[in-house]
């Protein structure tokens, strides 16, 4: 029969295998503290203007004017962002030319930056048409607009093919 303390650590090796508990908030949170100005792009976006998915995860389309990137990592390192090899976000000193989406794992779910959406010139595109969506807690993000944006449409077929998409852009 394992000891007491054979089953704590069983629990917890468990417990750090398994991906965080996914909370939107947080990650909005973190975001707002800095001032950072984005906009919502991808499954999240959708989920918000009415699509029926699940998603463990939150996209974004950042400002990259000025200081925005450095208070893009100023908030993801407040959430304990990591890129899948475990270093540091990095997200103002990061080729985009090279690099177009940075994909990172938080300790409130997933965060990719997509900088500039394919068949976007990037967040001053989206921003014109973006909408305000109050989802509690204080937080009304800027989420891509359905009408210019099919990724964030709640119709199936509209996001296969949208550059808007996550899995589309990059």
């Known amino acids: 029969r394992p000891t007491r303390r054979a089953r704590q650590e069983h629990v917890m090796a468990r417990k750090q295998s398994q991906p965080p508990r996914f909370d939107p908030y947080a990650i909005l949170k973190a975001l707002e503290r800095e001032r950072v100005a984005y906009i919502l792009v991808g499954a999240f976006a959708r989920v918000l203007v009415g699509a029926d998915e699940i998603t463990r995860g939150v996209d974004l389309t950042p400002s990259t004017r000025g200081d925005n990137l450095e208070r893009v990592d100023r908030a993801m390192e407040a959430i304990g962002a990591r890129r899948p090899d475990g270093r540091e ?3 103002q000193g990061t080729d985009y030319s090279r690099e177009p989406r940075v994909e990172l794992a938080t300790d ?4 990719k930056l997509i900088p500039e959406p394919a068949g976007t010139r990037g967040y001053d595109d989206l921003r014109r ?4 969506q109050p989802i509690g ?3 009304r993000p800027s989420v891509a607009s359905p009408a210019t944006s099919p990724a964030c449409s709640p119709v199936p077929t509209a996001r296969k093919t949208s550059p808007y998409c996550s899995t589309c852009a990059g």
Not at 108 to 111: F, L, N, P, T, W
Not at 129 to 132: L, S
């Open 137 to 139: 807690q204080g937080l």
């Open 89 to 91: 976000p990095n997200v």
């Open 108 to 111: 409130h779910g997933q965060v």
């Open 129 to 132: 048409d973006a909408e305000r």
